[in-house]
């Protein structure tokens, strides 16, 4: 799959903005969170495939780590996706799944079902072979402060692994809307972002964080933007694919 890059320039949302686009998603349209979190899914799960796995997941180590909300659950998705694809995937939690959304928890009831590895504990597993691939799912737009806990030390252990990271919206340890980046702060090879580019990840000196940028179609229709308080008329961007790279 040959990833197409979008060469006109298009708007940004800050966390507050997103969070509207969610409600407005769900309120409005009737488009429920669970849709969301599939579609960002296989979305992310086909651009680890393309870009990091030489098209092809068959027998490749996959580590992804899913934080207990929205960002969590669509990379609980992803990991559900790569293994049915020949992947050998384990997750990693930043929490006991009782500490989960409703709906991020339903991601990971399916992946116990069908016998992916995970754990859930505060001592990380220890193996000697470097992941082919780590995916971050920790924290998306909510991030509220600085990282702390497991959440923490799973950023710190995925840093010194060398393996290429892809995050899920927003880099675990970067503030969406302006850019801070933490002590503890995931460093992406690529960062997938959801409907729009977060806000933050145009700030200057965060390249290292962000890597490459792409963007994927979560289903939001196009004039959604232009219903809010935005200002925001956007064209039909996905119509030659569900991933875009940005730069």
Known sequence: MNIPTLEEDIPSLNAAQMIEVDRTMMVEYHIVLIQMMENA?????????????????????ITVMAGKGGNGGGSLVAARRLHN????????????????????AHQL???????????????????????DLIIDGLVGYSLDGAP????????EWSNTKKSPILALDVPSGVNAT????????INA???MCLALPKEGLRATG??????EL????????????SRLALGFKIRPIFSSADVLRLW
């Open 206 to 211: 965060i390249d290292a964080q962000v890597g």
């Open 85 to 104: 694809w020949g992947a050998k995937v384990q997750v990693l939690l930043a929490q006991a799944p009782k500490q989960m959304t409703s709906v991020a």
């Open 41 to 61: 899914g296989h979305c992310l799960a086909t651009l680890a495939r393309e870009r990091f796995l030489n098209g092809s997941p068959t027998g490749k180590h």
């Open 189 to 191: 090879s690529a960062t």
């Open 148 to 155: 702390h806990g497991l959440v923490r030390q799973l950023i």
């Open 109 to 131: 009831e399916i992946l116990i079902r069908m016998g992916v590895e995970w754990f859930a504990q505060p001592i990380l597993p220890h193996s000697g072979r470097r992941p």
């Open 178 to 185: 302006t850019g801070t980046v933490f002590d503890s702060s």
């Open 214 to 225: 792409y963007l994927a179609d979560i289903g939001v229709p196009p004039e959604l933007y």
